[in-house]
């Protein structure tokens, strides 16, 4: 992609009215802008990002055997009547009328209506286990909608639920998305710590939220500082194999909310220099709550003899736009963003120091030109505007590399690449960049 034909309107001015870091960067760098409070457009920039993030997101559940299908967001009430829902949801719900007078509403998430859509497609214990998840916009009226598109009125959500006979089947469908969610969030760079949570308006008893530590987190976090240091990509899980270590391995030292947090139990766990207390961004959600739904809709299966049960129910959230913010919010610095190769939106950034430069700017095409032939995601810096505003801008950004070329460097046969996060630097031929950005 040309820069100078590239929809991203930077700002220089820091915005007045963004609070936090991550707020500040996406409306500098063009990522987003504001619809209305808590509602976000996502320009070419961002939106990018919000892709890689979901295929990352879609990637791990396909891994863990859990299919994507599309539900609509716009929803009836009728099935929230008969759950409960529709009462307990309160304001945060938005309500809508169609022409025929029917009330409808904009889901703030899906159990209802995954729940129907199951109850009139399975009845027995043979089309058991079910795992089934979305990625879809969600709507929910927050009293303050804050800190950009962390916490907004309408989010990407990915939401999956899961279906079993029995407790025990739903607790090995519970193992399995504990499993992918943390090998979802390090893929994306990040380390995001399981903690024992409250359920809220989903229900049920047993719940993990997912964190990661930043100081613009929303919740005060408690947890034992060996979490930090479990490696979870070191091996492929087996998700049709017992997962109840590996997950008991994530459980056992303290980690839990403020919500959920007991200073004894912390204190008598956890030895002093190993107390880790922060604030948390909560990037994920599970819930076990067995046959909340599948009771008031009558979702039932019949077991090995015939008998007739509600079936054991599961749900597990990813907040996907959210996980944007939160990036940034745990990896930035005083220039901009440094996204995690992962989920950047381009990988490098190809600056052409003097555009107006005939020689200058034909090792940039040429580069420009070998690097999209091997696939490599490229942002071309073509415009005529000065070094320090092209430095500045691909700073902002924070592509992972950026790939710098001058007249001196191009007669001298080099340019310079360089690395977003640690700001090494290195001379080298094109050739050898090339083969450096190609992994060849
Ligand atoms: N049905 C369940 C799981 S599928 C559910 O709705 N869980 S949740 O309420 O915890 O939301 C799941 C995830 O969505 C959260 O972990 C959070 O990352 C994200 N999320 C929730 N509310 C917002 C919001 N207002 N703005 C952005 N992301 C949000």
Request: hydrophobic fraction near 40%.
């Amino acid at each position: 992609m040309r820069l100078s034909a590239y929809f991203m309107p930077t700002l220089k001015e820091t915005p007045s009215d963004a609070e936090i870091v991550s707020h500040r960067l996406m409306l500098r760098a063009g990522m987003v802008r504001q619809a209305s409070a808590g509602i976000y457009s996502w320009l070419p920039l961002g939106f990018r990002v919000l892709k890689r993030i979901e295929q990352i997101v879609r990637e791990e559940q396909d891994r863990a055997g859990c299919q994507e299908l599309l539900m609509p967001t716009i929803q009836s009430a009728d099935l929230w009547r008969q759950s409960g829902r529709y009462d307990d949801y309160g304001k945060e719900m938005l309500r809508i009328e169609d022409r025929h007078g029917r009330d409808m509403l904009y889901g703030p998430t899906n159990e209802e209506l995954i729940t129907d859509i199951f109850r009139h497609a399975i009845r027995s214990y043979r089309e058991l286990p079910r795992l089934l998840y979305h990625i879809q916009w969600k709507f929910r009226d927050e009293v303050r909608p804050r800190f950009g598109v962390m916490r907004g009125r309408e989010f990407l959500m990915k939401d999956g639920y899961s279906f079993d006979l029995d407790h025990e089947g739903a607790k090995r469908a519970y193992n399995k998305m504990f499993v992918a969610y943390l090998r979802t969030f390090a893929r994306m760079g990040l380390k995001a710590i399981p903690m024992e949570a409250e359920t809220g308006p989903i229900g049920g008893k047993l719940s993990h939220e997912f964190i990661i530590l930043a100081d613009t987190g929303e919740t005060t976090v408690f947890c034992h500082a060996d979490l930090l240091d479990h490696d979870v990509l070191a091996e492929d899980p087996d998700y049709e194999g017992d997962l109840s270590l590996l997950v008991d391995d994530w459980t056992r030292a303290y980690a839990r909310t403020d919500d959920k947090h007991e200073p004894a139990a912390f204190e008598a766990e956890v030895p002093e220099d190993r107390r880790i207390e922060r604030r948390g961004i909560e990037v994920g959600h599970i819930f076990y709550f067995g046959t909340k739904y599948s009771e008031p809709i009558g979702a039932l299966v019949t077991d090995a003899d015939g008998q007739s049960h509600a079936v054991h129910m599961g749900s597990y959230g990813i907040g996907v736009s959210r996980r944007a913010g939160a990036i940034i919010e745990a990896s930035h610095d005083d220039k901009g963003i440094v996204w995690p190769e992962p989920v950047a939106p381009f990988k490098v950034g190809l600056i052409n120091l003097r555009a107006s430069d005939q020689a200058c700017s034909a090792a940039c095409e040429d580069l420009y030109g070998k690097l999209r032939g091997a696939g490599v995601e490229v942002l071309y810096d073509d415009r005529d505007e000065s070094a320090g505003a092209k430095f500045a801008d691909m700073d902002l950004i924070g592509l992972p590399w950026q790939l710098i070329v001058g007249p001196r460097g191009v007669k001298a046969g080099v340019v310079e690449l360089k690395s977003r996060a640690t700001d090494d630097r290195e001379e080298l031929s094109p050739d050898s960049a090339l083969a450096r950005m190609t992994g060849s």
